[in-house]
């Protein structure tokens, strides 16, 4: 499917190299087939000389040599990169957008006013930070126009660094967002506490680390592996009268799942903001 396919990132920076590093590693495509562009000449050393794959400092030489060109800079500068690229689209092109609350009818109306007469069709992504080891999750959509064939060709890309989850309905990503987008930071935070806390009830504090890391990896392995439900699983731990019993008390008087819930939602809220 992407064998004859020539990748282009506009902006070099994390996600941009997560991708390229993934895509290389699944031998999805070759490092011929890849090539960025960044206003940042250190990046794109970087990227040049770490993956071997052709670099530009002008963003409408990416998008002029592109078959399929993901949008990889900061949401603020999506509206510039776009217009600036315009004039260059010819061609059939599939334009993928991976930037927080940049909506694929914003994409299409900068193209637009950048003096681009045709259509493009635009697919609208929403990866996590966890890409960057190759077990990310990733939310996405079709924008207005795009075919099952522009879906799969951003799927068979994104399945190169995790879990892909097409929904039908755009608006939907901003759920996506304050779920999985944010959520990495929400477990970070979770571990941390774990181990301060094993910190507190007496093990040093790198031991303490390792124990929490390597619990929150082993706990969502098993789920991910087992045929229980998450109620059922937690059961599974929990033996009566035990010390788990004790631990979740705690948490559900504490309100933990009310809490988790507000922030989701909250983040969720923020997206829509973000998304107009």
């Known amino acids: ?16 190299e997560a991708l390229v ?3 290389l590693a699944s031998k999805t495509v070759t490092a011929a087939q890849i090539i960025a562009g960044d206003r940042i000449s250190e990046r794109l050393v970087h990227m040049a000389e770490t993956y071997e794959i052709k670099v530009y400092n002008k963003n409408t030489e990416v998008a002029e040599h592109s078959d ?4 990889t800079v900061k949401p603020n500068d999506v509206p510039g990169v776009v ?8 061609g059939e092109k599939l334009i993928i957008t991976a930037a ?11 193209l637009k ?32 126009g795009a075919t099952r064939n522009d879906l799969e060709l951003a799927r ?3 399945e190169a660094v995790g879990k892909v989850i097409v929904v039908e309905d755009e608006g939907l990503l901003d759920a996506v ?11 970070f935070l979770f571990m941390q506490a774990m181990a301060e806390a094993g910190a507190r009830a007496g093990l040093d504090k790198k031991t303490a680390l390792a124990l929490s890391l390597q619990t929150a990896l082993g706990a969502a392995k098993l789920a991910l592996e087992s045929d229980k439900t998450l109620d059922e699983l937690i059961a599974m731990v929990s033996s009566p009268g035990g010390t788990t019993v004790e631990g979740l008390k705690r948490l559900r008087d504490n309100g933990l799942a009310a809490t988790v819930e507000k922030a989701v939602l909250a983040a969720t809220a923020r997206a829509r903001e973000l998304s107009g």
Not at 1 to 14: D, E, H, Y
Not at 177 to 187: H, N
């Open 177 to 187: 967002t304050g779920l999985s987008g944010s959520g990495p930071a929400y477990v």
């Open 113 to 144: 006013e950048g003096g681009h007469e045709g259509f493009v069709p635009v697919v609208r992504a929403m990866p996590n930070t966890p890409v960057i080891v190759s077990e990310g999750a990733i939310g996405m959509c079709a924008g207005l």
């Open 68 to 71: 399929i060109l993901f949008i």
């Open 100 to 110: 927080a609350g940049v909506t694929t009818k914003t994409v299409l109306e900068n």
């Open 156 to 158: 068979a890309i994104f």
């Open 83 to 90: 217009r600036s690229i315009a004039p260059d689209i010819r």
């Open 21 to 23: 590093k993934g895509l």
């Open 1 to 16: 499917m992407l064998t004859k396919k020539t990748i282009g990132f506009l902006g070099a920076g994390n996600l941009a």
